[in-house]
């Protein structure tokens, strides 16, 4: 199961997701005409980021702004943007030649509760569920003063978002949701290039400059409050000086070192992340006396593809698939949550498990079309077709579909006790297969921060001007998160960032 990781270049020559579906790099406009065309196509490769009409030029790099955000991901753009909106001018500097980081990988959706899309299909959803979901997920170890203010203001996210011309309408499920909670683009397509797609065209809307090629250095601050950054660019290093500084780098799940250092039994595994996450940010506050919280705590996903790191999205699951071992038969309930699940096809003898599923699946689910044209995906016309393409007892198979299905119609899975994602049997053929174990996904652990985003110090008191939200920062998802909500997470703090970095740049101003 365990695959050395070759330079985490995720996703190598495969998609970037696109609002309409999948694009491939090669059909996928220049984004900078201030990079060289070939680095910028090997960078995107790599790291699998969405890409923006045009970046601003180096040479206009002013030397002072009022709030300076540090990663252009899904959490530095919503920052930018709401920033933007409470009258800050502010920057963002990106150490790739591209914006979208992480974010575009991400293919399940956004978790959100009590939202005008939920009430529309009297799906019943409430904070308090949402909340008691999330820490039961995380194991009871959540902070759950940032849990609370998440679930309170994922309503209001989604709303924002669509009002930019975001629209995630399409609902279903995932692993560790009581109900229908996860939202998607309306075609059901992967989220993160479609995130990243909306955000970048609000960001060039709203003239908010982005600097690719930028690699932020240093925090610096002086009498105990940030007042700027080092940077390299073009080869040359420069200081820029800020009012406020909100940092969203990101985590470190592409960073051998880190990973081996806080958790050594997850050495060689393949990772899903972008190459860029690589815990900048979390070093660079450290160095400022930042504190750090449940750095060991790194979420393993069970449906990975070993091959090259792709992961298989959560959608697939919560459509209906079901997961076989090599005899054909099921072995857990597939909407556990993702620690439980990666554990459980873990302690099979061939650690590696198969997702099963139908037809009509694979057209409610448009990610299967990136999984198909990558190869990743067997099939048959038949059940039995299809057992002998993955080697698996024909009859058990047969019989664990036939058994699932029963289970389905009764609305009741004797088995393991599944309770979600039961909406649709598996009938319609043609019958497909991917092959997925786990590889490690999301690092829970990072900075710590307080509801206002603000950076803590080893005393819990706030480090003057310094902000950061998104996958750098830890205590929200405790032990374990829940599918769907880092996109929730990036959205929802990072727009706090934004606010509360304008208001302290304007009250210190």
Request: hydrophobic letters at 35%; one cysteine or more.
């Amino acid at each position: 199961m365990k695959k050395l990781v070759n330079s985490l270049l995720v996703l190598s020559s495969t998609i970037v997701f696109s609002a309409c579906g999948v694009t491939t790099p090669d059909n996928a406009e220049s984004s900078s005409e201030a990079t060289n065309q070939s680095t910028e196509e090997s960078a995107d490769a790599a790291s699998g980021a969405s890409e923006q009409e045009e970046y601003a030029d180096p040479s206009e790099l002013e030397d002072n702004y009022d709030v300076v955000i540090v990663g252009a991901g899904g959490a530095g753009m919503s920052a930018a943007i709401q920033a933007k909106e409470d009258g800050a001018n502010p920057v963002i500097l990106e150490k790739l030649p591209v914006a979208g980081g992480n974010t575009t990988k991400s293919s399940g959706g956004m978790n959100a509760s009590e939202t005008k899309f939920q009430e529309a299909e009297d799906i019943e959803d409430s904070n308090d569920t949402f909340y008691d979901d999330t820490l039961e997920g995380g194991q009871k170890t959540n902070d759950k003063e940032l849990l609370r203010y998440f679930v309170d203001h994922s309503s209001d996210a989604i709303d924002w978002l669509d009002n930019m011309g975001i629209t995630l309408n399409n609902i279903s499920y995932s692993g560790g949701a009581s109900v229908q909670r996860i939202h998607r683009p309306e075609d059901g397509s992967a989220v993160g290039g479609y995130l990243v797609e909306g955000l970048l065209r609000n960001v060039d809307e709203n003239d908010i400059p982005i600097f690719v090629n930028t690699d932020v250095t240093k925090i610096n601050e002086e009498n105990g409050q940030v007042n700027g950054i080092e940077i390299e660019m073009d080869g040359d290093k420069r200081t820029i000086d800020a009012d406020a500084v909100a940092v969203t780098t990101g985590g470190y799940g592409a960073n051998e070192e880190m990973i081996e250092e806080y958790r050594p039994d997850l050495e060689g595994y393949v990772s899903t992340n972008s190459e860029g996450s690589t815990g900048d940010g979390i070093k660079m506050i450290e160095e400022l006396g930042g504190q750090t919280v449940d750095m060991d705590q790194i979420q393993v996903h069970p449906t990975v593809i070993q091959e090259d790191g792709t992961l298989v999205s959560e959608t697939v699951r919560g459509e209906g698939a079901i997961l076989v071992d090599q005899k054909g038969e099921r072995f857990f309930n597939e909407m556990e949550t993702r620690d439980k699940v990666s554990d459980a096809i873990t302690d099979l003898p061939e650690e590696e498990a198969y997702l099963i599923f139908d037809d009509a699946l694979a057209n409610r689910a448009k990610q299967v079309d990136f999984y198909q044209e990558q190869g990743f995906v067997e099939s048959g016309d038949t059940i039995e077709e299809l057992a002998q393409e993955i080697d698996v007892p024909a009859d058990n198979l047969t019989e664990t579909l036939d058994s699932w299905n029963e289970a389905v119609d009764n609305e009741e899975d004797s088995d393991f006790g599944r309770e979600t994602a039961m909406d649709y049997d598996l009938t319609e053929g043609p019958f497909y297969a991917i092959k997925i174990a786990p590889g490690i996904h999301h690092t829970m652990g990072g900075v710590k921060i307080n509801t206002d985003t603000e950076v803590l110090d080893e005393e819990d008191q706030a480090i003057s001007g310094l902000y950061a939200a998104g996958e750098l920062t830890g205590g929200l998802h405790g032990n374990n998160r829940i599918g769907g909500n880092a996109v929730a997470d990036i959205v929802i703090f990072g727009r706090q960032a934004g606010t509360q970095a304008t208001k302290f740049a304007q009250e210190n101003n």
